[in-house]
């Protein structure tokens, strides 16, 4: 899945552009810049790639979310919707601006399940945000339907999953809003980064000033810009994002290499008994960037996980996993901080904490992923699917 394998010329070529004139910020300096602007270009790239009207690059996938939620106006009062697996990012984003993350349970999708987020929506329900997670979509068809019904925001976490598409619309576009991560782990990378992509012209003009404290980008001197509201420095840096741009071309690229290593290692595993696969609502969609399958019961796929590490075969049991599910994130749940949480959000943290999440238990104590890589040889593959077929098949 990760980009940082196929660091090259490319990748060094536009950091070169960018280190030869020294302006290593995406504002001002026009003239010394010498008509280099790498995350302008990189947002102008993007929407290209992505079908989106609006692209607003920032310094990291959790900074997308937070500028996305700040921009789709979701703040203190409002609920919002997020899936029991996840990275923890998604839900910091939403605690920073001042809004109440609602837990929901998870199906065989892998997020969220379209039943538990109609039992979940109040009043005080702002936005539903489906995360998708380990590359492969939400049920989007059925989560619009929900959220037109309600009067609803869809704001989709796409932060592992760019490059994949739901019906032939790019993740991420579907929505109110959808967010990309740049990390160095993601499908592609700058480092650090992410980005916001939207249709919504209004909504791309408050991801823009709140994610550079509010300057508004109208004037051409930077100091005399007006600052219409609050925002933040959520800015990327002009080096990252050249780093992105070379990364971007490559994405298609990746997608070819992810999905034909997926599917050698999938066609190997289904011949073991008791193994199920994730479903996946649009499997043209699958960016691929891992393999997520299913034992029979906890047991089986605890074993399975153990024996797929014993053979040096990457297993993620999300289960016990403390960062991606809601089971193991006791620092949320206890609200540890290093400053006093506000009291809404200490008492939506307590909630969480008392509550049992039976269904998502039942699907994630099943679940095992394996990371596709991009830089396998043909014979490192076969005797990948090898070994990971005998360490399922191991436990009967
Ligand atoms: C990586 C990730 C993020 C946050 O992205 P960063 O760039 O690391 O801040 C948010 N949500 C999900 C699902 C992620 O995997």
């Known amino acids: 899945m990760p980009g940082y394998e196929m660091w090259g010329a490319e990748e060094r070529r536009e950091v070169e552009d960018v280190l030869e004139t020294g302006i290593l910020m995406r504002y001002g300096f026009d003239g010394p810049r010498k008509g280099r602007w790498k995350a302008r270009e990189l947002e102008e790239a993007l929407c290209r790639r992505t079908g989106a009207a609006r692209a607003q690059v920032v310094s990291s996938g959790t900074a997308a979310l937070t500028t996305a939620l700040a921009a789709l106006g979701v703040g203190a009062g409002h609920e919002v919707i997020m899936p029991t697996f996840t990275f923890v990012a998604s839900f910091e984003a939403v605690l920073s601006v001042g809004a109440t993350p609602v837990l929901v349970d998870v199906d065989d999708t892998l997020t969220l399940s379209p039943a538990a987020v109609r039992a979940a929506v109040t009043p005080s329900t702002r936005v539903v945000m489906p995360v998708h997670m380990c590359g492969s979509m939400a049920d989007l068809g059925a989560l619009t339907a929900i959220c037109k019904e309600k009067g609803l925001l869809l704001l989709?976490?796409?932060c592992q999953a760019p490059g994949g598409s739901w019906q032939g619309r790019a993740l991420g576009t579907v929505g109110d809003a959808g967010c990309y991560s740049f990390d160095f782990v993601k499908t592609i990378t700058c480092g650090e980064g992410g980005a916001v992509v939207t249709s919504s012209p209004e909504v791309a003009r408050r991801c823009d000033q709140y994610a550079d404290h509010g300057h508004d980008h109208t004037g051409v001197d930077r100091g005399a810009d007006l600052h219409p509201a609050l925002g933040y420095n959520f800015r990327?840096?002009?080096?990252?994002?050249?780093?992105g741009l070379?990364?971007?071309?490559?994405?298609?690229?990746f997608l070819e290499i992810q999905r034909r290593n997926k599917r050698a290692l999938r066609e190997t595993l289904e011949r073991v008994p008791g193994v199920t696969f994730r479903r996946i609502p649009d499997p043209a969609g699958d960016s691929a960037s891992f393999l997520s399958f299913f034992l029979p019961d906890e047991a089986r796929a605890r074993a399975a996980a153990k024996a797929m590490q014993a053979a040096g075969i990457g297993a993620m049991y999300w289960y016990d996993n403390n960062w991606h599910y809601v089971r193991r994130w006791d620092h949320l749940k206890s609200a540890a901080s290093p400053y006093p949480v506000p009291a809404p959000l200490r008492?939506?943290?307590t909630v969480l904490a008392a509550r049992p999440f039976p269904a998502s238990d039942a699907v994630m104590s099943r679940a095992i992923s394996t990371p596709i890589a991009l830089g396998w040889t043909s014979e490192q593959l076969g005797e990948r699917a090898a070994k990971l077929a005998a360490a399922v098949g191991s436990v009967g």
């Not at 990327?236 to 780093?243: F, K, N």
């Not at 070379?246 to 690229?253: F, H, I, S, T, V």
């Open 236 to 243: 990327i840096s002009e080096l990252h994002a050249a780093v």
């Open 246 to 253: 070379a990364q971007l071309r490559k994405l298609d690229g």
């Open 347 to 349: 008492e939506a943290l």
């Open 156 to 158: 989709e976490d796409a």
